[in-house]
């Protein structure tokens, strides 16, 4: 026990003599958590919609009133004709086109029913589809409430009240998603390329044939470097949970004590992936480019801005086989709806046998190169 509190303690004067690793330990956290997810917002907010209107009668400028009286809806141009009015989609400037037809208020009067056709940039898939379910909730609402005068009479449509109740996330916020998932990458980034360069720093300087010939055993030396960043790992997501609490007003649902104890299992997981991946690396070079290709993995097979089941068969297989996905649907699962233990056992169970073979290989692997 004493050898391994001499590691403990030149690994972390080591790790705080570089100004780097504590800078990035304290302020990456807080950059990362503040900014990204402001910026990865991938709800829409604005439409932009160029409008030609052929009909000009008072139920088209009703129509053309609901919809910039929308919120989410803005009417950039009023075109005569469609030429026109698709130069603004050539230049970007609008997203989509309504044009209402001519005798638009007579067939809707006199037929019940009226065409109008919407033109959708669809370049940017997600906002179109967006903006164009948008637009026609905003038709269809207007359909709805319409009055046709018939026989002098207002004939009264027929309604269907539906009632909803969304939990977890009531208001929809984007960011109570990402939030969770922003945290979850933030650690991953951190155990998986730092602790990834450790053991090849010792390679490079030249201290690890010392330590091999010294008395200290294998365990010793692979907890030595583990344990550090493991403690780091637990202040990193304390600092961003202080963060989702303070800029998002995202306080955890669930045990605070399950949390970190998933998050204590996950880090062991990931630290054991970045040390297996300093000893088979020669330098650090290789050991960050590994690294980096496996984080990007990571990030894009996640769930972090997917649905892992909308993914196809081929991309879950890859998902389901990587620690992350898990661990950043039970993290989501305490923070916003306040799991307990059993429903997320089976998580547990699975980083367990993530950070037993992840280390195990490491372990193993370092024996034989060394």
Known sequence: MKTLLFLLQKEFKQIFRDKIIVMMTFVLPIVQLGILPIAMNFEVNEVNVVVIDNDHSPFSNKLINKLGSSGYIKLIAFEPG???????????????????????????????????????????????SLGSSYLTSIIFDFNKNIQIFQNNKPAMPVHINIESSVWFNPYANYRWFIVPGILAFLLTIFAGSISATNIVREKEVGTIEQINVSPIKKWQFLLGKLIPFWIIGMIILTIGLIVAVVFYNIQPVGSLVLLYLLSGVYLIALLGFGLLVSTVSNNQLQAMFISFFFIMIFALMSGLFTSVESMPEWARTISHSIPITYFMKALRMIILKGSSFADIKDVFLILFGFAIALNGLAVWNYRKTS
């Not at 208020?105 to 029913?113: G, Q």
Request: glycine fraction near 4%.
């Open 82 to 128: 469609f030429t026109k009015a698709m130069n603004f989609i050539k230049k970007g400037e609008a997203d989509i086109i309504l044009e209402i037809p001519n005798f638009f208020e007579r067939d809707l009067v006199k037929e019940n029913f009226a065409k109008v056709n919407l033109t959708v940039d669809a370049i940017n898939g997600t906002k179109s």
